[in-house]
């Protein structure tokens, strides 16, 4: 058996489209959709994954500002910062790239942000609302694009058993909770599991639908999988490769070469998860923005 890969790129691409045709309509009406990012020092990631954010978000037709601060910022100033982009009235939608700098009070920063411009869903009013079964608000860009990824590859985790390896506050907690709740991409039956899992080997073979989102690169080995079950490999991790032109090379939680023999379906990395979050994010700038429509 082969896997089938799940490319994330055309999925997201579709998304995309959809966003684009309702910013259209939203300026139609008068309002165009605002996304401030914040970002915090040189880490060469983050600032690679701001700058992808931004392209999509002006493809979109979003108007989308990046706000660069020094890695030595005060914490009085970054909060007086998300205060001013709290009462912009362009600003639709906000986040803070993460991580942040050790001396910053990274809870302190997210909390500032008030609810309604919460696109990255970290602000315990939205995190409640979402435990609490309220999925109208906003949904955790990487979760739901999982979830957006599996339904339209057509692999419905309804009545399945999904396995997250990983409890991360950004990916499993939350996805493991929107699989839970009785809705479009949820009824499933969940286990939510960790590097320090008991018998993780065990636990991971007996899912329908792997998500491995641990940050362990090729953690999951091709033993750990089900035949057949479909493997979502939600990991992003640089390790050291000579050959490669830059020294290293991109790797997800689960070794593919051996996976994609006895999955049924695999995502690759990259390619796979990481264009379904850009692409989720901007859906809710669109969702905020449709929210200040309202409010007129």
Known sequence: ??????????????????????????????????????????????????????????????????????ADVPQAKLEQVIEELNADPGVHGMIVQLPLPRHIDARAVLWRIRPEKDVDCLHPMNVGRLTA???????????????????????????????????SNIV?????????????????????????????????????????ASGKPNLVTGDMVKAGAVVVDVGVNRVEDLSAPKGYRLVGDVAFEEVQEVAAAITPVPGGVGPMTVAMLLRNVVKAASGAVKLR
């Open 133 to 167: 079964g309220d999925l109208d608000g906003f949904h955790p860009a990487t979760p739901a694009g999982v979830l957006e990824l599996l339904l339209r590859c057509g692999y419905s985790p309804e009545g399945m058993r999904v396995t997250i390896v990983g409890r």
């Open 172 to 212: 499993g907690r939350p996805l493991s909770i929107l699989l839970s709740h009785n809705w479009r991409g949820g009824n499933a039956t969940v286990t939510l599991a960790h590097t320090r899992t008991r018998e993780l080997d065990a636990v991971t073979a007996e899912a329908d639908i792997l998500v491995a």
């Open 1 to 70: 058996m082969t896997a089938r890969i799940l490319h994330g790129v055309a999925v997201a691409e579709a998304v995309r489209a959809e966003v684009k045709r309702d910013v259209e309509a939203l300026k139609a009406r008068g309002v165009t959709p605002g996304l401030a990012v914040v970002l915090v020092g040189e880490n060469p990631a983050s600032t690679v994954y701001v700058g992808r954010k931004r392209e999509a978000a002006l493809d979109a037709g979003i108007e989308a500002r990046v706000v660069h601060l020094p």
